[in-house]
């Protein structure tokens, strides 16, 4: 990728929930837009952290063991690795989520939720 990314249409090429989209890679990484509604699958990822940035729209990451964290637009929160965790989501939210490029959405929960990443 060479050149900037504008967020904003990208996130408007597509509707569907939890189905996250890759906009541009950063080193071993891969920078993803996700347009989240309803609950999540609850899953960890053991080998990385996941980084929630909320564009827009409120989140909840609901947390194993711990208080939930509730992010509104700006806001992010870095999971811990192997951190049991689930976002939650009332109404329609956008998140940008910076994850290694192998890093498999629903970690080791697997499940119909369980979506590659496509390059938009």
């Known amino acids: 990728m060479s050149g900037k990314v504008n ?3 990208k996130l408007a090429t597509f ?3 939890w189905k996250p989209r890759i906009v541009a890679d950063y080193n071993d990484n891969k920078i993803v837009l ?9 899953h960890s990822h053991d080998d990385t952290d996941d980084l929630f940035l909320v564009l827009d729209g409120h989140v909840t990451i609901e947390l194993e063991g711990r208080d ?3 992010l509104g637009p700006g806001e ?3 999971v811990p690795r192997g951190v049991r965790h689930r976002p ?18 629903t ?3 697997g499940g119909e939720l369980t979506a590659e990443a496509r390059r938009i």
């Open 15 to 17: 509707d569907d929930r």
């Open 76 to 78: 992010l929160f870095v």
């Open 107 to 109: 970690g080791d929960a």
């Open 34 to 42: 996700v347009k989240v509604e309803g609950e999540f699958v609850w």
């Open 7 to 9: 967020l904003a249409a």
């Open 88 to 105: 939650v989501a009332a109404e329609e939210a956008h998140v940008l989520l910076i994850e290694k490029r192998d890093t498999v959405n």
């Open 68 to 70: 939930d964290v509730e």
